[in-house]
């Protein structure tokens, strides 16, 4: 069965750094769209980045400027580093994988909806401190 292992999280301080990774058994990275996304007390889980099979990404808001994600095809890894951490960012993050994928004007598009990714992983907490 597909099971997806998050990693790297903990606690920083604001203007810190984390890199998250989601190691993935049963399913092929890079075949499909995955995400990140997170979600903090009280509130909805949001996306936070996307990443296609192709390697494009997009990002929430947010999160541009701060946020990479990338994903290692040989290491069936997905990544997400983040950079100059807020404390806006403090919630549990997920990875996701999907078995959809959009091609829309030639462009390879990923779902941001929670609802059209299949698998997640157990969740790693993100806290950031002022």
């Known amino acids: 069965q597909v099971q997806l292992v998050e990693s790297g999280g903990g606690s920083v301080q604001a203007g810190g750094s984390l890199t998250l990774s989601c190691a993935a058994s049963?399913?092929?990275?890079?075949?499909?769209?995955m995400g990140w996304f997170r979600q903090a007390p009280g509130k909805e889980r949001e996306e936070v980045a996307t990443?296609?099979?192709?390697?494009?990404?997009t990002y929430a808001d947010s999160v541009k400027g701060r946020f990479t994600s990338s994903q290692d095809n040989a290491k069936n890894t997905l990544y997400l580093q983040m950079t100059n951490l807020k404390p806006g960012d403090t919630a549990i993050y997920y990875c996701?994988?999907?078995?959809?994928?959009?091609?829309?004007?030639?462009?390879?598009?990923?779902?941001?909806?929670?609802?059209?990714?299949?698998?997640w992983g157990q969740g790693t907490q993100v806290t950031v401190s002022s």
């Open positions: 996701a994988a999907g078995r959809t994928e959009y091609v829309v004007y030639g462009s390879t598009w990923c779902p941001s909806d929670a609802s059209e990714y299949n698998y």
């Open positions: 990443i296609a099979s192709d390697g494009s990404t």
């Open positions: 049963g399913y092929t990275v890079g075949s499909y769209c």
